[in-house]
């Protein structure tokens, strides 16, 4: 999962995610515009859900879904880090994690 969502997150980069210089710059309009960040966030999502249904209480499956899921359903991604923290108070990942969730869509 975290391969294809690293992938995903290259080919972005690529496509111009952070430059600022072109109207679609972030990795959420990209999935939208580019069918193969969209194919690999899906599988990323799906390799992760797998991995859920093969050990529910992976905190890092779900802190792993959650970053994926942060580009296709934010809600569905500040469930999946809440779960995480839920199975493990001691990780820092998930929190960090709904920061920055937060700070991307409280605008």
């Known amino acids: 999962g975290i391969n294809l969502l690293s992938q995903a997150r290259t080919i972005a980069v690529a496509l111009g995610d952070g430059s600022g210089g072109v109207a679609k710059t972030t990795i959420v309009d990209l999935t939208a515009e580019s069918d193969r960040v969209k194919d690999l966030i899906l599988r990323s999502i799906n390799a992760f859900s797998q991995a859920i249904d093969h050990s529910p209480n992976d905190a890092g499956a779900w802190c792993g879904l959650g970053s994926a899921l942060i580009f296709v359903d934010p809600l569905l991604s ?3 880090f809440c779960r995480a923290l839920q199975i ?3 990780i820092a990942e998930p929190l960090s994690s709904i920061a920055l969730l937060y700070a991307d869509y409280d605008k």
């Open 88 to 90: 493990d108070k001691s």
């Open 78 to 80: 500040q469930h999946a």
